[in-house]
């Protein structure tokens, strides 16, 4: 990307008549729904139709403050720069259950009940599984710092909602982090 630039837009017309729209934006301005809404407002227009959803340009960033800026981490905490693996894993609704049942009994006799959500319940089981494997591959026995960082879309999650037209970086860095040995391995 060019340095400074929030958004560009290349136009591409090939000797053959084809052409192509390439784009480059900073998350600075917007998020993948942001940028989804941006394009079908703007092929509608293009297309000589009223666009079904209008970007509103004012509310997403009138109702949030700037998102977490990645320098607040803990100095304990280094990102890696090696290159990573993606799989897909796929839990089942009765597995699911059974895992936040299972967060829940390990709670009741705490001072608080607390039932986790879904995501809470799988994010916490794939975390505790990940320190574990990064553990053993490293020959390690001491616990080290890490951190979880998961983007979530604050839209639905504000009050009053955001509409989904909203644009701006709406998509919130929720960072957990444990620091210490005592917050490893409750799941």
Same mark, same amino acid.
């Given at each position: 990307?060019?340095?400074?630039?929030?958004?560009?837009?290349?136009?591409?017309?090939?000797?053959?008549?084809? /052409?192509?729209?390439?784009?480059?934006?900073?998350?600075?301005i917007?998020?993948? /729904?942001?940028?989804?809404?941006?394009?079908?407002?703007?092929?509608?227009?293009?297309?000589?139709?009223?666009? /079904?959803? #209008?970007p509103?340009?004012?509310?997403?960033?009138?109702?949030?403050?700037?998102?977490?800026?990645?320098?607040?981490?803990?100095?304990?905490?280094?990102?890696?720069?090696?290159?990573?693996?993606?799989?897909?894993?796929? !839990?089942?609704? !009765?597995?699911?259950?059974? #895992?936040?049942?299972?967060v829940?009994? %390990?709670?009741?006799?705490?001072?608080?009940?607390?039932?986790?959500?879904?995501?809470?319940?799988?994010?916490?089981f794939?975390?505790?599984?990940?320190?574990? %494997?990064?553990i053993?591959?490293?020959?390690?026995?001491?616990?080290?710092?890490?951190?979880?960082?998961?983007?979530v879309?604050?839209?639905?999650?504000?009050?009053?909602?955001?509409?989904?037209? %909203?644009?701006?970086?709406? %998509?919130?860095?929720?960072?957990?982090?444990?620091?210490?040995?005592?917050?490893?391995?409750?799941?």
């Open positions: 990307m060019w340095k400074g630039s929030l958004l560009l837009v290349r136009f591409t017309l090939f000797g053959c008549g084809g /052409t192509a729209i390439t784009f480059s934006t900073s998350h600075k917007m998020d993948l /729904t942001s940028f989804v809404t941006l394009l079908q407002s703007w092929i509608s227009a293009c297309s000589g139709t009223t666009p /079904t959803v #209008l509103d340009l004012h509310i997403g960033s009138s109702r949030l403050p700037s998102i977490l800026d990645m320098s607040q981490m803990p100095t304990s905490v280094v990102l890696s720069t090696k290159k990573l693996t993606s799989r897909r894993l796929v !839990f089942s609704a !009765f597995k699911v259950r059974e #895992l936040k049942t299972k829940f009994n %390990a709670f009741r006799d705490q001072e608080f009940s607390y039932y986790p959500s879904r995501v809470e319940v799988v994010t916490a794939l975390w505790k599984f990940a320190l574990e %494997a990064f053993s591959t490293r020959k390690e026995t001491t616990f080290r710092p890490s951190v979880f960082i998961q983007a879309n604050v839209r639905p999650r504000m009050e009053p909602p955001l509409p989904q037209n %909203a644009i701006g970086n709406l %998509a919130w860095l929720f960072p957990v982090i444990v620091e210490n040995e005592k917050g490893h391995g409750v799941y």
